[in-house]
């Protein structure tokens, strides 16, 4: 058994620490947008990226939620934190499909918007996370009830708002909900002050630095005390704001909505980030297996 347990680990650090070659290319994919957004005359569709794992079908599958910045940055490309973690989930052998909330609906950015936002995390991407459950369901070369919800920061508080098991954007008569979900830094403080303790229909991994003064982490860390042993969270000592990143020198952003100050400091925490490669494949691999 212990050698097995080690072949495994192994097995898990191999790939998401595999070089740059044989790197999974995406597709662009527009997806039906959820009925209740289209009843409120909202975007007919969705635009989505798909990296398709090397290995034969069926496959488990990750949805991948943007931050407020959106899917792509000022230059039009993807950002390399979300392309990282896709190409390294893929060539473990996942179905990947990023969505797009903002482009669709006329915004390029939310970072600097307030409490006030047109695009909630409770509400249309809540819904947009269950029209790409719904389109990966359909598929011959996904399992249906193996897939996960992954997000970053606004991504990540989608996360949380989507497996409450009181989100209204839930389709009726689902079959099968997302069986696991990660939360990268998401903001917590609103979930964690309910009166009603927040319950996930799955299981939830959420990482955060503790030096985060953007998405601060205590209202995080009471969440899952909070949850029943639903979330599992894990702070990060000395790490901020996109920690995960790869190779993104520490600065200051100004013009941040929601923080007294204004301003955020995001950057690549090396051990953090070592750690999540590491943490978040487990967690799946744990929660949601593939067979």
């Known amino acids: 058994m212990l050698f097995h347990g080690v072949m495994r680990r192994l097995f898990i650090l191999l790939f998401f620490f595999w070089g740059a070659a044989a790197m999974a290319q995406p597709q ?22 798909l990296w398709q794992p090397a290995s034969r079908g069926p496959h488990p599958a990750i949805i991948l939620l943007h931050g ?38 006329g915004e ?13 995390v409770s509400v249309e991407r809540a819904r947009d996370a269950y029209a790409a459950l719904l389109f990966l369901q359909a598929r011959s070369d996904v ?9 970053w920061s606004n991504g990540g508080g989608t996360v949380l708002w989507t497996l409450g098991r009181d ?22 403080r609103t979930l964690s002050e309910r009166r009603d303790p927040w319950q996930p229909v799955a299981p939830v991994l959420l990482l955060v630095g503790e030096a985060d003064d953007w998405t ?24 901020h704001h996109d920690f995960d990143a790869p190779d993104t020198p520490q ?5 941040i909505g929601g923080t007294a100050s204004g301003t955020a400091t995001i950057g690549t925490h090396p051990a953090a980030r070592e750690d999540a490669l590491r943490r978040v494949p487990e967690f799946l691999a744990r929660v949601m297996p593939a067979r």
């Not at 989100?167 to 917590?188: E, I, K, Q, S, T």
């Not at 600065?251 to 013009?255: A, D, K, T």
């Open 167 to 188: 989100n209204r954007a839930r389709p009726a008569g689902l079959r099968h909900d997302f069986a696991a979900a990660v939360a990268f830094y998401p903001g917590c």
């Open 251 to 255: 600065r200051v952003l100004r013009g």
């Open 143 to 151: 399992k249906p009830d193996r897939i996960a919800l992954m997000g």
């Open 68 to 105: 407020c910045s959106g899917m792509r940055n000022r230059a039009g490309q993807p950002f390399p934190r979300d392309t990282d973690w896709a190409q390294r989930l893929s060539r473990f052998g996942y179905l990947v499909l990023q969505v797009d909330s903002l482009t669709p609906r």
């Open 216 to 239: 601060p982490a205590p209202p995080c860390i009471t969440l899952a005390a909070r949850s029943g042993g639903r979330l599992e969270a894990h702070a990060y000592p000395g790490a």
């Open 28 to 49: 662009a994919f527009s997806i039906p947008a959820h009925p209740a957004e289209q009843a409120a005359n909202g975007p007919a569709v969705l635009d989505a990226m």
């Open 108 to 120: 390029s950015s939310l970072c600097g918007q307030g409490n006030d936002r047109r695009i909630r």
